[in-house]
């Protein structure tokens, strides 16, 4: 591959995790309208949103750290993004890869909350101090069957590389990891409802309850860039779960279509769920979740 | 056009505005109980758009539904103060009109658009979700021309705004930092 082929492909990265992130979260908001009986926005209700946002004359800010908690918000979610391989055959979109990048991705996929409370903390908003707090309680809870779930994955194929991960599950649907090891899958998948907002999880936000949580004084351009990294780092969620437990993808069709699977699992959640409190959330994710990762991760020693 | 040649950008930008109305409808009087009927199954205003705002930070339509005593008016005018420009203003009932059947009230004001710039009225006692959403399309028109400048207008003219409001205020007049953006906030 050529030097320009690569700046192109590098460039896109992002913008096409934006697109398809944008569209998904427009075909939710469709979807739910249509099970609550009407006919909802159009799937291209997000993208308008947010271009109308970027768009808007005005936007206040609190001071420097204001500004920046957005910027390293979108900033912590890119670099992530990078570290994900979207496609595993051919030579595009696969993104920087070295061994041991699954355990930089985990930890970088927490960047972008810091970036955020960061930012909400200059804002000096009640409602957003308290979004960040219910955001980080939330994310103990939700961290520890992921971990469980990643420690089973990297035991079982001996490797904390993500492509190698991919490159092993080859060879039809019994290879996949969510067969392989369907326990540690389980087990990551209610951290991965509660990652992506769906609604027994969707605690910092809570709308209804605390405003709209931490991006309550956020308004135009700063809702705008947090609206966006939202929408990449769903996305970059969905590609990271397809990359690890689906098998990967060799192509944008594939990736789309085992994506979009594991979002309408997302969607069946939260349209059904009311909301737990902060308190029971973090109990149901240490109890049922890790009790679950845990049984996975005791077959996974003794096999 | 009202704009001096807005450009492709803001053509493009005003189809956005037109079609991604955030509302932060301020629920004074009897109007409030028309807005969830608006935005739920029966009525979905969501198909044109609409989206509840939990913040005036992040609303561009501010609604208001009712009678506005004094007392009420000072809020209006703090969270209209508050939001970003382009912002819009949707004055429901007769209420906001004429004073409705406030017109003798000691402590209610007659004319809404004394005190905030209004985009569009929906007349009525009250008006039903039907007439709400013929009145966001009429709005949506307004936006699409470039003409729904409410904002522009009350910076232009706040000596004028600032002398209604204080006029029915007096002492207890509002702080300058709420529309005074220069400094920061």
């Given amino acids: 591959m050529s030097t320009g082929m690569r700046i192109v492909d590098i460039i896109a990265y992002p913008f096409i995790a934006f697109l398809i992130g944008m569209l998904y979260m427009g075909i939710a908001r469709n979807i739910i309208g249509r099970i609550h009986r009407r006919w909802g926005p159009p799937v291209l209700q997000n993208l308008i949103d947010v271009f109308k946002l970027y768009r808007k004359r005005e936007a206040g800010s609190h001071g420097v750290m204001f500004h920046l908690g957005p910027i390293i918000m979108v900033t912590g979610v890119v670099t992530c993004l ?75 194929y001996n490797t904390a590389s993500i492509n190698k991960i991919i490159e092993l599950q080859a060879g039809g649907l019994s290879n996949w990891a969510m067969f392989k090891v369907p326990l ?83 969607l069946f959640v939260t349209s059904v769920y009311s909301r737990f409190k902060v308190e029971q959330a973090v109990d149901f994710m240490w109890r049922y979740p890790t009790i679950i990762g845990l049984i996975a991760l005791v077959i996974e020693m003794v096999r | 056009m009202c704009t001096d ?121 009250m008006p039903r979700p039907e007439a709400i959403i013929e009145g966001i399309i009429a709005l949506q028109k307004r936006i699409e021309e470039g003409r729904a400048e409410g904002a522009k207008k009350y910076r232009e003219n706040i000596e004028w705004y600032k002398k209604n409001q204080r006029e029915v205020f007096g002492d207890e007049m509002l702080p300058d930092y709420t529309w005074n953006f220069e400094g920061g906030i």
């Fill in chain 1, 82 to 156: 990078y570290f994900i391989p979207m496609l595993s055959d051919g030579r595009w979109l696969k993104g920087f890869s070295f061994d041991g990048d699954l355990i930089l991705v985990t930890y970088l996929m927490v960047l972008g909350a810091l970036g955020m409370a960061l930012g909400v903390g200059q804002g000096g908003v009640p409602f957003g101090v308290m979004g960040v707090t219910r955001g980080l309680t939330r994310l103990i809870g939700l961290e520890i069957p992921y971990f469980i779930a990643i420690i089973v994955l990297m035991a079982h």
């Fill in chain 2, 5 to 125: 040649n807005p450009g492709v950008w803001e053509y493009i930008a005003n189809w956005a505005r037109k079609h991604s109305i955030w509302v932060l409808a301020y629920g004074t009087g009897c109007g409030a109980i028309e807005m969830p009927p608006t935005m739920t199954s029966r009525y979905d205003a969501e198909r044109f758009g609409l989206r509840g705002a939990a913040t005036p930070r992040q609303a561009d339509l501010l609604i208001i539904s009712g009678y506005l005593a004094t007392k009420t008016l000072k809020r209006v005018i703090r969270t209209y103060e508050q939001m970003y420009d382009p912002k819009y203003v949707l004055a429901l009932g007769s209420c906001t009109i004429n004073g409705g059947m406030y017109w003798d009230s000691y402590n209610t004001i007659k004319k809404l658009d004394l005190y905030i710039p209004v985009d569009v009225y929906v007349a009525g006692c």
């Fill in chain 1, 184 to 266: 540690a899958f389980i087990a990551s998948l209610f951290s991965f409802w509660g990652m992506m907002g769906a609604s027994p999880f969707d605690i910092p936000g809570a709308p209804q309850e605390v405003a709209s949580g931490p991006a309550t004084e956020f308004g135009g351009k700063y809702l705008a860039l947090m609206m966006s990294s939202r929408g990449i780092f769903g996305f970059l969620k969905l590609t990271l779960w397809v990359d690890l437990f689906m098998g990967g993808a060799a192509n944008l069709l594939i990736l789309v279509g085992k994506t979009f699977v594991l979002f309408v699992t997302v």
